[in-house]
């Protein structure tokens, strides 16, 4: 029920920081919801019971006549007209006018002692108006909890129409009825409404306040402060930081606060900062994983350029003076964590790794030939994916410089091309095939992102996204 709020996500909480991530949601998000809300609120009046009732009245000039209704069912239950409103500062109103709800049942009459009758009766319950303010608050996992407060209902009027029997009979008592279906169905609604609010709490424990990425990181997406509501929209914000598993060391940097654009065209917005994305190149590096291997079975058949000895030594023939016809290992390791930056309409990534080459003797010793220092750019491309943000990188730049040498001095220039085509036929491509497995973004239950929209703009990417509940 009410899925709108499972996009609200609202965590009131006490400690603000800058967050790493920022949602918005429209008015075209709540109305969404709202639909959806309505369609569950109108199932769960068709549950209410109405129990038989029975009471006497005064006829002149017969006297006492009693009455009983039994067997009441609802029929049917509309709610044509409703909205979910946000108050400025305060929260969420969900309100309920020109609802109707049909009855049928039957009736039964006893006056002058031994006088009977019976019958049924079709009633239909007009102007029905419902109001109730939304609460939410933090469990303790950090996840939403919501509970409906204030909650009034008023029923605008009832009629009924009485078939078989004595129809003298019908408007006699029409009033006493009409005020017991009143005092009835208004005691029953708030509280229905109630448990169709607190039916949405199974769903909000879906949220994946810490979304396992694999098997080094996670990511958080609690939230860090109370949100920010508007007449328009609801802002929230999210922690939106990746930890190694089991193992909360915060980065040696924090998050830029950053301000969301007026956007309406979507039920969802969704800004990542460059922070989020720069506290999982932190988390990765901490893990030891920023490292690669290569070997010649990794240089595709169709190169000319093979991993040995005899290859480099046409560029550095001390390699294959000392040791001919050896095949070579490469051993690239970043040296410090990975920085990426977002300009508008463009990421960048500054990487610096060190490169040490090695001879593998046929014993499988590893024989050290010399260590570069490697700095690259390297742009980036990202986008979503199902409920994930994914990727891929391409080489822009790149400078060596010589670190140690074990086999004299030679020209680091002349190795340029060939650590461009490792880089591209190897190193950039294990890359991006992780990234392209991506790292979930912040979602509850069945969740789909539809017609989604990415941008970078300066620190932040914006993703603006329509949503869907799967059945």
């Keep these: ?78 709610l044509p007209k409703s909205a979910l409103d946000l108050e400025t500062g305060i929260g969420v109103q969900l309100s309920i006018g020109e609802a109707f709800m049909s009855l ?17 009766f079709d009633l239909k319950v007009n102007g029905l108006t419902i109001t109730t303010g939304i609460k939410i608050e933090s469990d303790d996992t950090g996840r939403p909890v919501v509970s409906a407060v204030g909650c009034s209902a008023s029923v605008g ?13 019908y408007n006699l008592f029409r009033k006493a009825i009409d005020k017991a279906l009143r005092k009835s169905l208004e005691k029953q609604i708030c ?20 979304a ?66 720069n506290s999982g190149a932190f988390v990765y590096m901490t893990a030891g994983v920023l490292s690669l291997s290569v070997t010649d079975d990794m240089i595709p058949k169709s190169s000319p350029f093979r991993l040995t000895t005899k290859s480099f030594g046409v560029f550095v023939p001390q390699v294959k003076e000392k040791f001919p016809n050896l ?30 080459a090695y001879a593998i003797q046929p014993n499988a010793t590893l024989s050290p030939l010399f260590i570069l220092n490697l700095e690259s750019g390297v742009g980036g491309r990202v986008f979503v994916s199902g409920i994930k943000l994914a990727g891929e990188v391409t ?43 991506g790292y979930p973004l912040p979602t509850i239950g069945k969740m789909k992102l539809v017609s989604t929209q990415l941008h970078i703009l300066k620190d932040y990417m914006l993703i603006g996204t329509d949503v869907q509940f799967m059945v």
């Design 104 to 120: 049928r049942g039957k009736w039964r009459v006893k006056y002058l002692r031994v006088i009977k009758d019976r019958g049924s």
């Design 212 to 277: 396992k990425v694999d098997q080094y990181a996670e990511i958080e997406y609690s939230m860090v402060s109370s949100p920010i509501i508007s007449n328009t929209s609801l802002y929230l914000n999210l922690k939106g930081e990746f930890y190694n598993i089991g193992k909360h060391q915060e980065p040696p940097f924090s998050p830029k606060d950053f301000s969301m654009p007026t956007e309406a065209n979507n039920m969802m917005y969704l800004g990542m900062s460059a922070f989020t994305v």
């Design 1 to 78: 029920m009410l899925q709108c709020l499972a996009l609200l996500v609202l965590l009131p909480v006490t400690v603000s920081i800058s967050p790493g991530v920022k949602v918005e949601l429209t008015q075209k998000g709540l109305d969404y919801g709202r639909q959806l809300g309505i369609a569950s609120i109108q199932s769960k009046l068709k549950s209410i019971k109405i129990q038989d009732m029975s009471g006497s009245t005064k006829v002149s000039p017969i006297g006492k006549v009693k009455y009983s209704l039994s067997e009441m069912q609802i029929t049917d239950a509309g």
């Design 327 to 356: 095949p070579m290992k490469l051993l690239v390791k970043t040296v410090r964590s990975p920085t990426i930056t977002f300009e508008p309409d463009n990421m960048t990534i500054q990487a610096t790794a060190s490169v040490t």
């Design 157 to 169: 009027g009832v009629n009924i129409k009485f078939h078989g029997g004595a129809s003298w009979l």
């Design 191 to 210: 509280p229905l409404i109630g448990s169709a609010v607190s039916d949405l709490n199974p769903e909000l424990k879906t949220m994946n306040v810490l």
């Design 395 to 437: 080489l822009h730049k790149m400078n060596m410089t010589l670190v140690t040498s074990y086999v004299g001095a030679f020209q680091v220039e002349s190795l340029n091309n060939i650590f461009k085509l490792v880089l591209d036929l190897v190193i950039l491509p294990n890359l991006n095939a992780r990234l392209a497995e």
